[in-house]
């Protein structure tokens, strides 16, 4: 069974930045794909970035610019480079793999973004 861990989140000024990391317990190079999803109160989850296995990367329109995806492969982590972060990003981040057999989903990170 795949755990994945985030960690990261916390609360932070608007125009601020955070870095999110997920490690997983298993192999990121069994993984075709790496995501970052978040879900904010009384919303659904949505896609936020994701990189394949060959580093191919997509983004929401609403983070392109100001969010980077990026993986190291070496230590089975993935990460999410946040900058210029709005109130309208508060939410939880999820990190998700998604292997040929299924997909695995962490617990959560919260991100708030407030004065």
């Known amino acids: 069974q795949v755990q994945l861990v985030e960690s990261g989140g916390g609360l932070v000024q608007p125009g601020g930045s955070l870095r999110l990391s997920c490690s997983t317990s298993?192999?990121?190079?069994?993984?075709?794909?790496m995501a970052w999803y978040r879900q904010a109160p009384g919303k659904q989850r949505e896609l936020v970035a994701a990189?394949?296995?060959?580093?191919?990367?997509n983004y929401a329109d609403s983070v392109k610019g100001r969010f980077t995806i990026s993986k190291d492969n070496a230590k089975d982590e993935v990460y999410l480079q946040m900058n210029s972060l709005k109130p309208e990003d508060t939410a939880v981040y999820y990190c998700?793999?998604?292997?040929?057999?299924?997909?695995?989903w962490g617990q959560g990170t919260q991100v708030t973004v407030s004065s």
């Open positions: 990189i394949t296995s060959g580093d191919s990367t």
């Open positions: 298993g192999s990121i190079r069994s993984a075709y794909v």
């Open positions: 998700k793999q998604e292997t040929p057999l299924r997909h695995y």
